[in-house]
């Protein structure tokens, strides 16, 4: 896994523009937080499947469907992980996402928000295709003016007006 940091413009250090004028791509950052919670959530499943199944199955024979549980939502997470866009530009009709450095980008507007105090984001996106998606967003993972922006457009669930 490969951790995303810092900005793909370095303008935005400085606060201003790129040079065409318009707002600089910001790269989202790997988010330790959403790591940790990830991580405690795979372990306490595992250990629950155990807890359940070795008083009918025994200790040892818990074991390998534990593990399978473990493979399960451990494979799901990093794949999950890989779906997220890397890095989001804030433009007058929405956002511009892109998966990959060298990738096209894909519009999408923000319809609504819900947050978790200072910590997450959930934004619902709605793409070209008008299906609402979800962006999960933690404040770790963009600088901190930036995060509260974006949860400013998610509430006033509205695109842009930069």
Do not use: Y
């Not at 400085?14 to 991580?39: E, F, H, K, N, Q």
């Not at 934004?123 to 770790?140: C, K, T, V, Y």
């Amino acid at each position: 896994m490969t951790s995303h940091l810092g900005t793909a413009d370095p303008a935005h250090f400085a606060g201003s523009a790129s040079p065409d004028g318009s707002p600089p791509r910001i790269a989202l950052r790997c988010s330790l937080t959403l790591r940790w919670v990830t991580a405690a959530f795979i372990l306490i499943a595992a250990a629950t499947v155990v807890a359940c199944a070795a008083p009918r199955l025994g200790v040892w024979l818990a074991f390998p469907p534990a593990l399978a549980v473990f493979a399960l939502l451990a494979i799901s997470a990093l794949a999950w992980e890989r779906r997220q866009p890397r890095e989001l530009k804030i433009g007058a009709n929405g956002l511009s996402l892109w998966k990959e450095a060298g990738g096209a980008p894909v519009q999408a507007r923000i319809t609504g928000c819900s947050q978790w105090s200072d910590r997450l984001l959930i934004l619902a996106l709605a793409g070209e295709s008008g299906r609402l998606n979800p962006l999960f967003i933690a404040a770790d993972a963009l600088p901190a003016d930036v995060f509260r922006e974006l949860s400013v457009l998610g509430r006033r669930g509205s695109p842009t007006s930069l």
